[in-house]
């Protein structure tokens, strides 16, 4: 006999099952769909500081750009370590909390890599038993003047030929030097680039050139302009300018006569001039003709490294900077490592 009181129960049962079933269901979805706006407005967030930051970033490129420009109007013929442009960077407190900070470098106080490219000419060779040219002398000067790596006469002439057969347009190698047949035999294989360098971290695929020697020398050189300016003796480190020596002569002045010649350089914010650098007493009466084309005293150059900290994230801008008169322009920017 039908029961309708059991009826009754079995379909409120039923209604039960399928409430707790939709319950089930809406909560699943408000988590999932909580789950997401979470991650969205993370998403949000992060993109909202990093513009911040970035934004920070480009204000102190334009800082330095005044400064820069500044410098310009009240010194035209020479560029030193005394004026405003390269004082030690203090960090500037934001108004929403955190910090930039920024410095900028000259790079005409580095030597420029892609000068290895030249070689000597006929007249040269025939006039020179070495055959190299001012810029080989002077690299070969400096390698073996690095202060945590320095390297024999032997392999300095042989990384030296080695960057020059990377940055020169043909395939044919340089007595000591490296063309594809050296890198046809690495892991993976590669190619020679036979063009002006346009990253300092090339180096690192150059034939002879060790993890150890790379780190030495990456804040002595540049590859900018791609061509090759003076090297200002105003801003030049200790090492570079214990490559400063006589024409033909490979080794570098000793770690004395370079120390005297930086004591100069910082007493007297530099020197007169390049005339008066090569009567400096350590120079005595060589004779420094060949050298003499690659000193010079004033910038266009520079590299700023500025470091922001929004919300306890930092970010780092490096940007390369030409100056052209009263004109600056970032020539290439990059996020990190340069």
Not at 8 to 13: D, L, V
Not at 80 to 101: C, I, K
Not at 108 to 123: D, I, M, V
Not at 143 to 155: C, H, I, M, S
Request: aromatic letters at 8%.
């Amino acid at each position: 006999m039908h029961c309708p009181r059991y009826n009754r129960t079995a379909q409120q049962g039923v209604a039960l099952v399928v409430a707790l079933l939709v319950f089930g269901l809406c909560a699943a979805l408000m988590v999932a769909m909580q789950r997401e706006f979470t991650l969205f407005a993370q998403r949000g967030a992060n993109l909202f500081l990093q513009d911040q930051g970035y934004a920070y970033l480009r204000g102190a490129e334009e800082l330095a750009a005044v400064a820069l420009v500044m410098d310009y109007d009240a010194d035209q013929s020479r560029d030193d370590r005394s004026e405003l442009w390269a004082q030690q960077a203090t960090p500037y407190p934001l108004d929403e909390g955190g910090w930039l900070v920024g410095s900028l470098q000259d790079l005409q106080g580095r030597f420029n890599l892609n000068a290895l490219a030249a070689t000597p000419s006929e007249a040269d060779e025939a006039a020179a038993s070495d055959r190299f040219t001012a810029a080989e002398e002077f690299f070969i000067r400096l390698l073996q003047a690095l202060p945590d790596a320095p390297l024999g006469q032997a392999e300095a002439v042989a990384v030296t030929r080695a960057i020059g057969d990377w940055l020169d347009a043909d395939g044919i190698p340089r007595a000591y030097g490296a063309e594809d047949d050296v890198y046809f035999r690495q892991s993976p294989p590669y190619r020679a680039a036979n063009r002006p360098m346009a990253s300092v971290s090339e180096l690192r695929a150059v034939a002879n050139v060790t993890p150890q020697l790379y780190l030495a020398l990456a804040p002595l050189v540049t590859v900018w302009p791609r061509t090759p300016a003076p090297l200002n003796i105003h801003t030049a480190s200790l090492p570079l300018l214990r490559a400063v020596n006589a024409d033909g002569d490979l080794a570098p002045l000793s770690e004395a006569q370079g120390e005297a010649l930086l004591q100069t350089q910082e007493e007297q914010g530099g020197f007169a001039d390049v005339t008066a650098f090569l009567e400096h007493p350590v120079f005595g009466d060589k004779s420094m003709a060949k050298v003499l084309a690659l000193l010079g005293e004033s910038s266009s150059w520079f590299l700023l490294s500025a470091e922001v900290e929004v919300a306890e994230r930092k970010m780092r801008l490096y940007s390369v900077l030409q100056r052209n008169k009263r004109e600056v322009q970032p020539v290439v920017r990059a996020m990190g490592s340069l």
